[in-house]
């Protein structure tokens, strides 16, 4: 069902493009347009019919509380600011998470018809067709991606992380969608992703994408990754540990 409900929102980002986008701001720097609005209210009526009793996080705060164990985690449109530029990187993002466990997750792109869809347990799939993290086994073999903040950008401590990763890799792409970025690892397009100051419905579909794709997900220091995080770092699982400890000497370098 979740599939079919991102297809559904990806519709409307599609219809959306040929339009002139309406912008509002909720920040100096953070937008938020109709097309985020329009696939929210469709994500969330649909999730409320289907899955009455379940709790929403919705970006744009159209979701619920209630007592249920069961949340999803919806991003209707991660890439605004692409978006809004007519920059072909964004998708829709949803995630359902049972207390602190993610169960499965969709991320959609509807520019290029891509679905990436996992579920805990069942493997990870692209376009229907199992998909795994690429095989890269070093830093300096690899394509890496990272992401910066539409806030507090002085104070963001990813600038000397980005400057030292471009220097030991192949490259350091920012795409401005945490959600395809992850997905991305997942499929092996990418060989590592990490970013600060995300919030769940940034990650979390892209989380349980990677981990099933045999990837691994964790914060910058290593511990466990935890929804809202500081940070988060996602691998192929190959070079986790390295990426790991570059970031600790950049760091204690600082």
């Given at each position: 069902?979740?599939v079919?409900i991102a297809?559904?929102?990806g519709?409307?980002?599609r219809e959306?493009?040929?339009r002139?986008?309406?912008?509002a701001?909720?920040?100096?720097f953070d937008?938020?347009t109709?097309?985020?609005r329009?696939?929210?209210?469709?994500i969330v009526?649909?999730?409320?019919?289907?899955?009455?009793?379940?709790?929403?996080?919705?970006?744009e705060?159209t979701?619920?509380n209630?007592a249920?164990?069961y949340?999803?985690?919806?991003?209707?449109?991660d890439g605004?600011?692409?978006?809004?530029h007519g920059?072909p990187?964004?998708c829709?993002?949803m995630?359902l998470?049972?207390?602190k466990?993610l169960?499965?997750?969709?991320?959609?792109n509807?520019?290029?018809?891509?679905l990436y869809?996992?579920?805990?347990?069942e493997?990870?799939t692209?376009?229907?067709?199992k998909?795994?993290c690429?095989?890269?086994?070093?830093v300096?073999?690899?394509?890496?991606?990272?992401?910066?903040?539409n806030?507090?950008?002085?104070s963001?401590?990813?600038?000397?992380?980005?400057w030292?990763?471009t220097?030991r890799?192949?490259?350091v792409?920012?795409?401005?969608s945490a959600?395809l970025?992850?997905?991305y690892?997942?499929?092996?397009?990418?060989d590592?992703?990490w970013e600060f100051?995300?919030?769940?419905?940034?990650?979390a579909?892209?989380?349980?994408l990677v981990?099933?794709?045999?990837?691994?997900?964790?914060?910058?220091h290593?511990?466990?990754?935890?929804l809202?995080g500081a940070?988060v770092l996602a691998s192929?699982?190959l070079?986790?540990?390295?990426?790991i400890r570059v970031?600790?000497?950049?760091?204690?370098?600082?």
């Amino acid at each position: 069902m979740a599939v079919e409900i991102a297809l559904e929102a990806g519709k409307i980002l599609r219809e959306e493009m040929e339009r002139p986008p309406t912008i509002a701001y909720k920040g100096d720097f953070d937008l938020v347009t109709q097309a985020d609005r329009r696939s929210e209210a469709l994500i969330v009526s649909r999730l409320q019919n289907y899955f009455p009793d379940h709790a929403i996080a919705a970006e744009e705060g159209t979701g619920k509380n209630t007592a249920s164990d069961y949340c999803w985690h919806v991003d209707p449109l991660d890439g605004t600011t692409n978006f809004a530029h007519g920059y072909p990187c964004f998708c829709v993002s949803m995630a359902l998470a049972r207390n602190k466990e993610l169960l499965l997750g969709v991320i959609y792109n509807p520019v290029y018809n891509e679905l990436y869809a996992a579920a805990r347990g069942e493997g990870a799939t692209f376009n229907g067709r199992k998909m795994q993290c690429s095989k890269i086994d070093s830093v300096k073999n690899g394509l890496l991606c990272t992401g910066f903040p539409n806030h507090d950008r002085q104070s963001n401590p990813n600038f000397p992380l980005y400057w030292d990763f471009t220097l030991r890799s192949h490259g350091v792409r920012r795409d401005g969608s945490a959600a395809l970025d992850l997905a991305y690892v997942a499929m092996g397009r990418l060989d590592s992703f990490w970013e600060f100051g995300l919030k769940p419905w940034d990650t979390a579909a892209g989380v349980v994408l990677v981990e099933e794709a045999g990837g691994k997900v964790t914060d910058m220091h290593g511990n466990p990754y935890v929804l809202g995080g500081a940070s988060v770092l996602a691998s192929n699982g190959l070079i986790h540990a390295e990426m790991i400890r570059v970031a600790a000497e950049v760091s204690d370098a600082r």
